[in-house]
C-alpha cells in the first residue's frame, strides 16, 4: 500500500537557521503531495502542495519540489522563525476506493526554533 | 466563511461505553473524511464519504467503529464499547468534490479542531 516516510524529530533550530526535512513515499500511480502544519494548540492546517513531478510548492518561505525519480518532496525554508514551531506532516493523496483520495501522512516531525 | 467544525472538543468515557463524535463540514463540500491521530500510530485515515454515494470503510479499525453523514452534510463517527486503544484524536476533513478542483488528483482537505477521546 501507498506509505510516507518522513525524518523523525524533533528537530530543534536556532531561528534564523536553514531547515529541511525529508520525505520520501511509496505509492503506485501518480500521487498527490502535501506538506500541513499543526501549530501548538490548533488544527491541521495545508501548507504547500505539488499534484505533478517537478511541481514546486511554495508558502510563507517553505517550499518542497516533487521529485518523481527520488520519490520524495523535502521540505526547506531558508530562514526560521520561532513562529515556525510547530509539526509538519508529509502526505500524500491517491485514488481509493469508492473514488477516495485519502491521505496517507508520515509520523510527522516537531519542529521547535529557540531565539 | 466558516470552517469545519468538530464536537465535543473533549470527551471522556469509561470503558465500554459508546460515543458518538460529530463533524460539520464545510459548506458545499461533498467529500468528507474521518481520520485518527494517536501516538502511537500518527494519523490514520478511517472512512469516507462523497455524496449520496456509498463510503469507503477501509479504515475502519475494527467493527465497533461506524459512521454516518446525514443529507450530505453533517457526519457522526460512532464508536461502540470503547476502549482504551481508541483513546485519541478524531478529525474530520471535507473537500470539494475530488477531481473538479484543479485537475484529477488534486484533493485539498480542511480539518476541523479534531474531538480528543479519552477512554478511561
Known amino acids: 500500500g501507498d506509505s510516507v516516510t518522513q525524518m523523525e524529530g524533533p528537530v530543534t533550530l536556532s531561528e534564523e537557521a536553514f531547515l529541511t526535512i525529508n520525505c520520501t513515499y511509496t505509492?503506485?500511480?501518480?500521487?498527490?503531495l502535501f506538506w500541513y502544519v499543526q501549530y501548538p494548540g490548533e488544527g491541521l492546517q495545508l501548507l504547500l502542495k505539488?499534484?505533478?513531478?517537478?511541481d514546486k510548492g511554495s508558502n510563507k518561505g517553505f517550499e518542497a519540489t516533487y521529485r518523481k525519480e527520488t520519490t520524495s518532496f523535502h521540505l526547506e525554508k531558508g530562514s526560521v522563525q520561532v513562529s515556525d514551531s510547530a509539526v509538519y506532516f508529509c502526505?500524500?493523496?491517491?485514488?481509493?476506493?469508492?473514488?477516495?483520495?485519502?491521505?496517507?501522512f508520515g509520523k510527522g516531525t516537531k519542529l521547535s526554533v529557540i531565539p | 466563511g466558516a470552517g469545519v467544525s468538530q464536537s465535543p472538543s473533549n470527551k471522556v468515557t469509561e470503558k465500554g461505553k459508546d460515543v458518538e463524535l460529530r463533524c460539520d463540514p464545510i459548506?458545499?463540500?461533498?467529500?468528507l473524511y474521518w481520520y485518527r491521530q494517536s501516538l502511537g500510530q500518527g494519523l490514520e485515515f478511517l472512512i469516507y464519504?462523497?455524496?449520496?454515494?456509498?463510503?469507503?470503510k477501509s479504515g475502519l479499525p475494527s467493527d465497533r467503529f461506524s459512521a454516518e453523514r446525514t443529507g450530505g452534510s453533517v457526519s457522526t463517527l460512532t464508536i461502540q464499547r470503547t476502549q482504551q486503544e481508541d483513546s485519541a484524536v478524531y478529525l474530520c476533513?471535507?473537500?470539494?468534490?475530488?477531481?473538479?478542483?484543479?485537475?484529477?488528483?488534486?484533493?485539498?482537505?480542511?480539518f476541523g479542531p479534531g474531538t480528543r477521546l479519552t477512554v478511561l
Open positions: 476533513a471535507s473537500s470539494a468534490t475530488p477531481g473538479l478542483a484543479g485537475g484529477p488528483l488534486y484533493n485539498e482537505q480542511f
Open positions: 505509492a503506485t500511480g501518480y500521487p498527490s
Open positions: 505539488a499534484t505533478k513531478a517537478d
Open positions: 502526505a500524500l493523496s491517491a485514488p481509493g476506493g469508492a473514488g477516495s483520495y485519502q491521505l496517507t
Open positions: 459548506s458545499g463540500h461533498t467529500a
Open positions: 464519504f462523497q455524496g449520496n454515494s456509498a463510503p469507503d
